[in-house]
């Protein structure tokens, strides 16, 4: 099975090192010296992993073969891909790998169907399910363990805990107009 672990961004310096954006929460066995990545566009590689440090929080990599800025700045935005055993798995129990997470249903705490997990976008600050929903339309769910409760690989399922308006745009809104002082019409001509 192939996964995508990063993408490259711009050349860093004059001797052929890149930034990466990872995309894996296992750099270090990865992305590590001799770790050979195929590529997305795949004439960009197959490339081997010769450095990599990190500078000012980000991770720099040197390729083989790769000397020059010019050569680091052609491989601007390339997806590195590593090939992973289907049957391997995290090395932390709540972790898991977007394939093991792809096709789950999506049920409420009550058992309620939600829809199916299509896709999942990382971002900086979250990882956000696309769920779809048996009408079609689609809805994200952020992976947070205060939102997704359970994930249970045996019974393909995530199991969430959404707050209101999250899943539907029946979200339930306080009006202020109900809580304005003031407003205390009950006693209002009691006044003897």
Do not use: C, W
């Not at 829809?115 to 769920?131: A, K, M």
């Not at 205060?146 to 995530?158: C, F, G, K, P, S």
């Amino acid at each position: 099975m192939q996964l995508v672990v990063a993408r490259i961004g711009r050349a860093h310096g004059i001797k052929g090192e890149v930034t990466v954006e990872v995309r894996t929460d296992e750099p270090e066995l990865r992305l590590g010296p001799g770790a050979v990545l195929t590529t997305d566009p795949a004439s960009a590689g197959p490339l081997t992993i010769e450095t990599g440090r990190v500078h000012s929080g980000r991770l720099l990599l040197r390729f083989e073969g790769v000397r020059d800025r010019n050569g680091a700045e052609a491989l601007r935005n390339t997806l590195l891909i590593a090939d992973v055993d289907p049957a391997e798995l995290p090395e932390e129990p709540d972790e898991y790998y977007d394939h093991q997470l792809m096709d789950l249903d999506v049920v409420l705490t009550d058992g309620t169907e939600i829809g199916r997990i299509t896709e999942i976008t990382h971002l900086p600050s979250q990882d956000l399910f696309i769920v779809e929903r048996p009408d079609g339309t689609e809805v994200m769910i952020p992976f947070v363990e205060q939102i997704v409760t359970e994930i249970d690989l045996e019974a393909q399922r995530a199991v969430i805990d959404p707050p209101p308006g999250l899943i539907d745009d029946r979200a339930e809104i306080a009006s202020a107009r109900d809580d304005e002082p003031g407003d205390d019409t009950e006693n209002a001509g009691d006044a003897n």
